[in-house]
């Protein structure tokens, strides 16, 4: 009995045991994680961060947009309820429903807003969704929906459908923007602008290129040569838009996009307590447009203030496109041309469904009015008074219509002969032929034009874009202006507030030597060289202590491809014993390497050095140590003779013989002459790198004269941090002297004006128009004998064209002035001739003093004007 018991528990056991095992075996974290986290990114990439290709919405936003077309009546709803009618189809919450819908509304493109929807400029928050109403625009009610080409699904519950992509026919994605993050994947497509983009779908259907850069509604400008059309890799770099309202005060008037006010206020007055700028204070006016004032201390720079905010604030910021869609049910890479194409198709392939869905539409309405008219005038109805069953009428009616069933474009079917059993008596009584004839010909007439566009389905889609431009774009021009930016060296614009200090004795040198010799001002990115007496020379970021060596005999700020600062040195070669001296310049080297700029041999050394800052050559008295037959022991040696070379050039020879001593005989003079500069049209600033256009040779107090298209002149520096405004008539420089000449036309007056004048040698803005705000300048002359065309428009338009000599037409007056009239007619336009040339005996013409009180006045003397069919013309 114990055997038979213990046989009937082991086999007890081995029924339990598998039971037991796959309760207890063990389970590998690795691959449920790998298969949970798949599914989970799959899910967040498709279903929440990333916008889909085919109407550039994330999940939400369509859901929002199919929502708000549900509850559309044409007034506004509370935001709340838009909410809570979305989470219909949306399974995350309240929370991520109003932030996108409000994202949305902040566009200014598909929702019209009512209420406080919050400030892009300050970065204020939407009011409460109770309080804040909206409803779909015009523009979203045009392009986005239609249900007959839209393709279903079932929401999250299955209690109601929701729209699997939304019909959209326009590069939405594009002109919105996005930016997600989901895991492992990011999205970032900048917006662009509306009237460009609507451009450029035009242009890919004409088969023409065209070219897409991004704009934002913060306006600012931005620099796209890397846009690299907007791919992974890429960068733009945007700024904020500074202008200078006095020698005190700046003003920043629109923001870098993805910058508010607070963040780059913020960002201003950190750089300030870093002692990176120097300002005043700041005050932020922004409202419904930008406006922070910087107010600065005296002595400071605008210009150079302008600089130092984009080089070390938030005013310039680089951002990197990652143009990442759905297409499919799948992320991929598109560059921003290939996007706009693909809108572009399927705009056209939508228009083209939609024309065939009307056709069908409009065919199946001339079939059924057909039958009905024959039903009726032929009085088929009649036949069927007999009939005593349903099948029988049927049948009859049937029979009845066989005589006309070839004029008819499709054959009938029972629903047809249903339809007609079901017209009233009433119906039938009061029919009108003529109404039913006219009706069916506007049938006709709509199909015939349905087949037309759909035989010329681009320019019927050329259109459709035509007129979406028209009626959409106004208020939509370019905000953010395209623009080269120049590489602004930090180093050189930051204010140098740290003082630089040197022990010379125990070879240090930085910030924090306070107690030891001043060197020079500096800031805490600068720079520092150093010379030593061995001839070896370094480059070193200044810091609060450091070791420089012993023997030092030149410290400063270093400043990088200064080309302008020249070292004269004198040096005794180890090897050969030979003294040459050499002048050079240090553009750049790298930091922390030890060069010299003897030929290296040891025991060489310095016998002679100097830094000038704007290659000045000292003359030396060289003075040699007695030897016998020394004819001449001493000579003064002029380094201006000496060429300046790069830093590794050995030098010349100054003499084979051992020297005794070499002093400063006489300090030099600059032997580099006027500085040179170029002005780039393309970033608006001026260089001595000769890129741009060549204006001038510039030493001492010479000022740069810069005319506007506004009408006014001004005197600048030629420092190379000066800004410049867009929309210059001339920039040249400035010459006392010279007499300009300048045609305008008077909005005060209503007539065209043309004066002579010299520029007053000032600092104040002087306007060479009258006060109107609609006064403009229309031309401007730098020749002394310059000459202008009018030709006559309006009612005298057939008058012959004018030309009128100016030196002959007015005197020279002072800028003040208002000149003197061209003409009384109406003006078509005012274009300037090739001038007369002046002779070298001609003497320069004197400015009229005693006309200089008479600004507003217009002299009346005799003038002669030649016209184009050889009349003559006095004016008195």
Same mark, same amino acid.
């Given at each position: 009995?114990?055997?038979?018991?213990?046989?009937?528990?082991?086999?007890?056991?081995?029924?339990?045991?598998?039971?037991?095992?796959?309760?207890?075996?063990?389970?590998?974290?690795?691959?449920?994680?790998?298969?949970?986290?798949?599914?989970?990114?799959?899910?967040?990439?498709?279903?929440?961060?990333?916008?889909?290709?085919?109407?550039?919405? +994330?999940?939400?936003?369509?859901?929002?947009?199919?929502?708000?077309?549900?509850?559309?009546?044409?007034?506004?709803?509370?935001?709340?309820?838009?909410?809570g009618y979305t989470m219909q189809y949306h399974p995350h919450g309240d929370a991520s429903i109003g932030g996108a819908l409000v994202q949305l509304g902040q566009k200014e493109l598909l929702i019209d807003m009512q209420g406080n929807w919050g400030n892009i400029y300050t970065g204020d928050n939407a009011a409460a969704p109770r309080y804040i109403e909206a409803r779909l625009s015009k523009f979203a009610l045009a392009v986005v929906f239609n249900p007959k080409t839209t393709n279903w699904k079932q929401s999250y519950d299955g209690r109601n459908k929701e729209p699997i992509n939304l019909p959209v026919k326009f590069p939405l994605l594009l002109a919105q923007g996005v930016e997600g993050i989901a895991v492992g994947l990011a999205s970032k497509i900048m917006p662009h602008n509306f009237i460009e983009l609507i451009d450029a779908c035009v242009n890919h259907l004409r088969n023409e290129d065209f070219e897409l850069y991004p704009d934002f509604l913060t306006g600012g400008f931005i620099d796209v040569s890397r846009y690299n059309d907007g791919l992974r890799g890429g960068k733009v770099r945007v700024r904020a838009k500074i202008d200078k309202i006095d020698k005190k005060t700046i003003v920043i008037k629109?923001?870098?996009?993805? &910058?508010?006010?607070?963040?780059?206020?913020?960002?201003?007055?950190?750089? %300030?307590?870093? %002692?990176?700028?120097?300002?005043?204070?700041?005050?932020?006016?922004?409202?419904?447009? @930008?406006? $922070?004032?910087?107010?600065?201390?005296?002595?400071?720079?605008?210009?150079?203030?302008?600089?130092?905010?984009?080089?070390?604030?938030?005013?310039?910021?680089?951002?990197?496109?990652?143009?990442?869609?759905?297409?499919? !049910?799948?992320?991929? *890479?598109?560059?921003?041309?290939?996007?706009?194409?693909?809108?572009? !198709?399927?705009?056209?392939?939508?228009?083209?469904?939609?024309?065939?869905?009307?056709?069908?539409?409009?065919?199946?309405?001339?079939?059924?009015?057909?039958?009905?008219?024959?039903?009726?005038?032929?009085?088929?109805? =009649?036949?069927?008074?007999?009939?005593?069953?349903?099948?029988?009428?049927?049948?009859? /009616?049937?029979?009845?219509?066989?005589?006309?069933?070839?004029? =008819? &474009?499709?054959? /009938?079917?029972?629903?047809?002969?249903?339809?007609?059993?079901?017209?009233?008596?009433?119906? $039938?009584?009061?029919? !009108?032929?003529?109404?039913?004839?006219?009706?069916?010909?506007?049938?006709?007439?709509?199909?015939?034009?349905?087949?037309?566009?759909?035989?010329?389905?681009?320019?019927?889609?050329?259109?459709?874009?035509?007129?979406?431009?028209?009626?959409?774009?106004?208020?939509?021009?370019?905000?953010?202006? $395209?623009?080269?930016?120049?590489?602004?060296?930090?180093?050189?614009?930051?204010?140098?507030?740290?003082?630089?200090?040197?022990?010379?004795?125990?070879?240090?040198?930085?910030?924090?030597?306070?107690?030891?010799?001043? @060197?020079?001002?500096?800031?805490? /990115?600068?720079?520092?060289? @150093?010379?030593?007496?061995?001839?070896?020379?370094?480059?070193?970021?200044?810091?609060?202590?450091?070791?420089?060596?012993?023997?030092?005999?030149? /410290?400063?700020?270093?400043?990088?491809?200064?080309?302008?600062?020249?070292?004269?040195?004198?040096?005794?070669?180890?090897?050969?014993?030979?003294?040459?001296?050499?002048?050079?310049?240090?553009?750049?080297?790298?930091?922390?390497?030890?060069?010299?700029?003897?030929?290296?041999?040891?025991?060489?050394?310095?016998?002679?050095?100097?830094?000038?800052?704007?290659?000045?050559?000292?003359?030396?008295?060289?003075?040699?140590?007695?030897?016998?037959?020394?004819?001449?022991?001493?000579?003064?040696?002029?380094?201006?003779?000496?060429?300046?070379?790069?830093?590794?050039?050995?030098?010349?020879?100054?003499?084979?013989?051992?020297?005794?001593?070499?002093?400063?005989?006489?300090?030099?003079?600059?032997?580099?002459?006027?500085?040179?500069?170029? *002005?780039?049209?393309?970033?608006?600033?001026?260089?001595?790198?000769?890129?741009?256009?060549?204006?001038?040779?510039?030493?001492?107090?010479?000022?740069?004269?810069?005319?506007?298209?506004?009408?006014?002149?001004?005197?600048?520096?030629?420092?190379?941090?000066?800004?410049?405004?867009?929309?210059?008539?001339?920039?040249?420089?400035?010459?006392? +002297?010279?007499?300009?000449?300048?045609?305008?036309?008077?909005?005060?007056?209503?007539?065209?004006?043309?004066?002579?004048?010299?520029?007053?040698?000032?600092?104040?803005?002087?306007?060479?128009?009258?006060?109107?705000? !609609?006064?403009?300048?229309?031309?401007?002359?730098?020749?002394?004998?310059?000459?202008?065309?009018?030709?006559?428009?309006?009612?005298?338009?057939?008058?012959?064209?004018?030309?009128?000599?100016?030196?002959?037409?007015?005197?020279?007056?002072?800028?003040?002035?208002?000149?003197?009239? =061209?003409?009384?007619?109406?003006?078509?336009?005012?274009?300037?001739?090739?001038?007369?040339?002046?002779?070298?005996?001609?003497?320069?013409?004197?400015?009229?003093?005693?006309?200089?009180?008479?600004?507003?006045?217009?002299?009346?003397?005799?003038?002669?004007?030649?016209?184009?069919?050889?009349?003559?013309?006095?004016?008195?």
């Open positions: 009995m114990e055997e038979k018991e213990i046989l009937q528990e082991e086999e007890l056991q081995q029924e339990i045991m598998p039971a037991k095992e796959e309760e207890y075996r063990v389970k590998y974290i690795s691959g449920m994680y790998k298969n949970w986290f798949l599914d989970y990114a799959s899910y967040v990439i498709l279903e929440r961060a990333v916008p889909h290709l085919y109407d550039g919405l +994330k999940p939400v936003q369509r859901r929002i947009m199919h929502a708000m077309k549900r509850l559309d009546d044409g007034r506004y709803n509370k935001v709340a309820n838009i909410i629109e923001l870098p996009f993805g &910058k508010t006010t607070g963040s780059l206020i913020e960002s201003i007055l950190s750089a %300030n307590e870093k %002692n990176k700028i120097k300002i005043k204070k700041v005050e932020d006016n922004t409202s419904d447009k @930008v406006e $922070i004032l910087i107010h600065l201390p005296s002595g400071v720079s605008p210009d150079k203030t302008i600089d130092a905010l984009y080089a070390v604030t938030d005013c310039e910021v680089s951002i990197s496109p990652n143009s990442t869609v759905i297409v499919g !049910d799948k992320p991929k *890479f598109l560059g921003i041309k290939e996007m706009l194409r693909f809108s572009a !198709d399927n705009t056209l392939k939508l228009l083209k469904l939609e024309l065939e869905i009307r056709k069908a539409e409009l065919e199946e309405a001339w079939h059924l009015s057909s039958l009905e008219k024959i039903f009726i005038e032929e009085e088929i109805y =009649l036949l069927i008074r007999k009939c005593e069953t349903w099948e029988a009428v049927i049948e009859t /009616i049937d029979t009845g219509l066989d005589p006309f069933k070839a004029q =008819l &474009k499709r054959a /009938i079917n029972r629903d047809d002969i249903v339809r007609l059993t079901e017209i009233k008596i009433k119906r $039938i009584s009061k029919y !009108d032929a003529f109404k039913a004839t006219d009706y069916l010909k506007s049938i006709e007439e709509e199909i015939k034009k349905i087949k037309y566009h759909l035989a010329h389905i681009v320019d019927f889609t050329v259109d459709y874009y035509t007129d979406i431009k028209k009626r959409f774009s106004k208020g939509r021009e370019r905000r953010t202006e $395209i623009r080269n930016f120049e590489e602004i060296i930090a180093s050189k614009v930051v204010v140098r507030n740290e003082k630089l200090y040197v022990n010379y004795e125990e070879g240090f040198a930085g910030m924090s030597l306070k107690k030891d010799e001043f @060197v020079a001002n500096c800031s805490d /990115i600068d720079d520092i060289i @150093v010379f030593r007496k061995d001839g070896t020379y370094f480059i070193t970021p200044v810091t609060g202590k450091f070791y420089i060596g012993k023997k030092v005999i030149h /410290i400063d700020v270093f400043k990088k491809n200064d080309t302008r600062t020249i070292y004269n040195a004198v040096y005794r070669d180890g090897a050969t014993g030979y003294a040459y001296m050499k002048r050079f310049f240090v553009k750049s080297i790298t930091r922390d390497k030890e060069y010299n700029l003897t030929k290296g041999s040891e025991k060489s050394e310095i016998l002679h050095f100097s830094a000038n800052a704007n290659g000045e050559a000292e003359v030396l008295k060289v003075v040699l140590k007695p030897r016998p037959r020394l004819k001449k022991r001493s000579w003064e040696e002029d380094l201006k003779e000496l060429a300046i070379k790069g830093r590794a050039s050995q030098g010349n020879i100054l003499s084979k013989y051992r020297i005794h001593r070499i002093t400063v005989k006489e300090e030099g003079i600059s032997t580099l002459g006027g500085r040179k500069i170029w *002005f780039d049209s393309t970033v608006l600033k001026i260089n001595d790198a000769q890129r741009g256009e060549f204006v001038g040779e510039f030493s001492g107090d010479d000022k740069i004269l810069v005319v506007t298209k506004d009408g006014d002149a001004v005197l600048t520096s030629y420092e190379l941090t000066n800004h410049y405004k867009q929309g210059m008539f001339l920039f040249k420089k400035y010459d006392e +002297k010279e007499i300009l000449t300048a045609v305008f036309y008077s909005a005060e007056q209503e007539y065209y004006y043309l004066k002579r004048f010299t520029v007053e040698n000032s600092d104040k803005i002087m306007s060479i128009t009258d006060e109107h705000p !609609d006064s403009k300048l229309i031309s401007i002359s730098t020749h002394k004998k310059a000459r202008f065309k009018i030709i006559f428009g309006g009612e005298n338009s057939n008058r012959a064209n004018e030309t009128v000599d100016a030196w002959e037409f007015i005197s020279v007056k002072s800028y003040k002035a208002r000149g003197k009239r =061209l003409t009384t007619y109406q003006v078509e336009e005012i274009i300037e001739l090739e001038p007369v040339e002046v002779t070298a005996e001609e003497v320069a013409e004197p400015v009229n003093e005693e006309l200089f009180e008479e600004q507003n006045n217009e002299p009346e003397f005799e003038v002669v004007r030649n016209t184009d069919d050889g009349q003559v013309i006095l004016d008195l």
